[in-house]
């Protein structure tokens, strides 16, 4: 039995997810939310020609090559936001965007310890804070306009670029909100 030929647009955006990741890596931890606009890079150099001397001779190549080549734009002067969902409902985009991604670190604890969190606010935030089993994560989600999704997972305990986990759907939740911002 032949396995399937690789999906060509999803290879790209998991490409452009661990890409996205790894920057904002460079920035160390305790950042902020960080979104991008994903644009298939032939298309962006059609319209925009003096890109092509803003980009490295490699993903130059890459992009001449390979149609589905993504590259990423940081939105800057994001809308204030009382939280992530509210910030993701209030975005939209025009078609000219293929995609997008988010940034956002989280605490997380192992579902039993979650189970045990005290209802009220302030009491499940000192909660989560002192808990021994507490992981800090950073989450990198993108999604393609009615495409694929690619999440990357990196871990603060084991801050390292060879140990991020990665897969379609990792972050169902975060998935779903980066997808209704092209609705």
């Given amino acids: 039995m032949t396995e399937p030929a690789p999906d060509p647009a999803r290879s790209a955006l998991a490409e452009s997810v661990l890409e996205i990741e790894r920057h904002v890596a460079e920035g160390g931890w305790d950042g902020p939310v960080r979104v991008f606009a994903l644009v298939r890079t032939q298309e962006a150099l059609l319209t925009e020609p003096g890109l092509a001397a803003q980009l490295d001779p490699t993903v130059l190549a890459a992009a001449t ?4 080549h993504l590259t990423s734009i940081e939105q800057e002067d994001l ?4 939280d992530l969902e509210t910030l993701l409902a209030g975005l939209s985009w025009p ?4 995609g997008m991604a988010v940034t956002v670190e989280r605490v997380v604890l192992p579902p039993d310890a979650e189970e045990a ?7 499940a935030l000192e909660y989560l804070l002192a808990h021994p089993e ?6 990198a989600v993108g999604a393609l306009r009615d495409g694929p999704s690619w999440c990357a997972v990196r871990m603060r305990g084991s801050d390292d670029a060879g140990q991020v986990g990665q897969g379609a759907d990792l972050v169902p939740g975060l998935v779903a909100a980066v997808r209704s911002t092209f609705d």
């Fill in 65 to 68: 090559a390979q149609p589905w």
């Fill in 117 to 123: 969190m005290p209802a009220d606010g302030s009491a």
């Fill in 95 to 98: 078609p000219t965007v293929e």
């Fill in 79 to 82: 809308p204030a936001a009382p």
């Fill in 134 to 139: 507490r992981q800090d994560v950073r989450l």
